[in-house]
């Protein structure tokens, strides 16, 4: 049983959202951002029903809006708060607005198992297009790999994927490490007494704390939880000593708490915090990063997979959107629904020969 999950809550442009627990800027910037995007897919949907009913169009259009007939759900598997959370929350209106009609978008938080559970809830769900949900990679990978899930990737019908978020290295401001050798020298001095905040095994994260761990010849301490929320709070609480976060995440929070970003894991500076030095040019070769993406069970009936991809294929091309992104820094990598399947196989292929050769549960 999720312990951890949360009642459904509005993330879409009808009714009274409930806001994502945060912390200073971290929540802050979501709620405002989320808000104004209900107000803009909100008065654009009134527009153009008030539009259609002018032109006496409504009647052509009933055989298309069959589909929905009912509030969709949108499942995160992660906790309230973080990039995950957000992005869905900020998109719903979107695609309300683009489905047409009263449809209304429910976003769901089934965190726990580093996203298992989640990504369980929507592989077991009927595939009639009224639940779809957020799939983190390279968690919903990497799970099955290591150990006896409760789904498979097969069980997932990829339909877009939005983010290709970089990871990161966080401290408090008030930390004593200024930079990742810092770090790595204090680790090989006291081996397991620095310890690591993710969002769970095997993920995105996780391996990256690994693959430190195995360049810098340390042992540090691995803490997983339920969401990046849950573990920017542990660090501003001083439980953990660093958390490894995506950039999208750390550089919107640090607008607002006292942190410091040690290091980016991409080739080089990020777009999102061009001030941060990547690992590499620090002499640590990371690379790692998450993608973000909407999924379905398989089986969705042509027709219904077909508007629903449509729909989600505007709503992210829609400039309020793509904005509330990029001042969330949300670094948007949008792929359809056969290019996101083929970047998830060749994932797939690259963490099962990893898994091979070092599995990240030794």
């Known amino acids: 049983m999720d312990t951890n999950a949360r009642p459904a809550v ?25 808000r104004r995007a209900a107000r803009l897919a ?21 055989a298309w809006a069959a589909y929905p007939e009912k509030p969709i759900t949108l499942i995160v598997g992660y906790a309230a708060g973080g990039g995950s959370d957000f992005i869905v929350r900020s998109l719903a209106p979107f695609i309300e607005k683009e489905l047409g009609g009263s449809t209304r978008v429910i976003v769901m ?19 009639d297009g009224y639940t779809i949900g957020l799939i983190n990679s390279p968690n919903v990978v990497t799970i ?3 150990r006896q899930a409760r789904f498979s990737l097969d069980r997932l019908d990829p339909l877009y994927n ?84 995506n950039i999208g995440e750390s550089a919107r929070a640090r607008e607002g708490d006292p942190i410091r970003i040690l290091g980016v894991m991409t080739e080089e500076r990020s777009a999102q915090a061009t001030d941060v030095p990547s690992f590499k040019d620090q002499g640590f070769d990371v690379k790692m990063a998450s993608l973000r993406g909407l ?7 042509p027709d219904i997979r077909a508007k629903l991809v449509d729909a989600i294929g505007k ?15 949300q670094p948007l990598r949008l792929l359809p629904p056969d290019q996101y399947a083929a970047e998830l196989k060749t994932q797939e292929a690259t963490f099962r020969a990893m898994w091979k050769e070092t599995p990240w549960l030794k």
């Not at 938080?109 to 559970?117: D, K, L, S, V």
């Not at 978020?165 to 204090?186: E, I, M, N, R, W």
């Not at 709503?315 to 820094?329: C, G, N, S």
């Open 295 to 301: 999924a379905a069970p398989v089986g969705l009936p």
């Open 315 to 329: 709503a992210v091309l829609h400039p309020e959107f793509q904005e509330i992104a990029r001042k969330a820094y």
């Open 162 to 245: 939005l983010v290709d978020d970089p990871g990161s290295f966080v401290v408090h401001k008030d930390s004593p490490y200024q930079t990742l050798a810092d770090v790595a020298a204090f680790a090989k001095a006291n081996p397991n007494s620095v310890t690591v905040g993710t969002t769970g095994i095997g993920s995105d994260d996780h391996l990256a704390m690994l693959m430190f761990q195995r360049l810098t010849q340390t042992k540090l301490t691995h803490v997983p939880f339920p969401g990046s929320a849950d573990a920017h709070r542990a660090l501003l609480g001083r439980h953990i000593q660093v958390t490894s976060m």
């Open 42 to 62: 909100g008065a654009a949907g009134i527009a153009a029903s008030a539009l259609a009913a002018a032109f006496g169009l409504a009647g052509a259009g009933a």
């Open 10 to 34: 509005r993330g879409g442009s009808t009714g009274t959202a409930a806001d994502p627990v945060g912390t200073g800027r971290f929540g802050a910037l979501s709620r405002g951002l989320r």
């Open 144 to 146: 099955p790999i290591e």
């Open 109 to 127: 938080n089934r965190p726990g198992a580093g996203g298992e559970i989640g990504f369980a809830a929507i592989a077991d769900a009927a595939p």
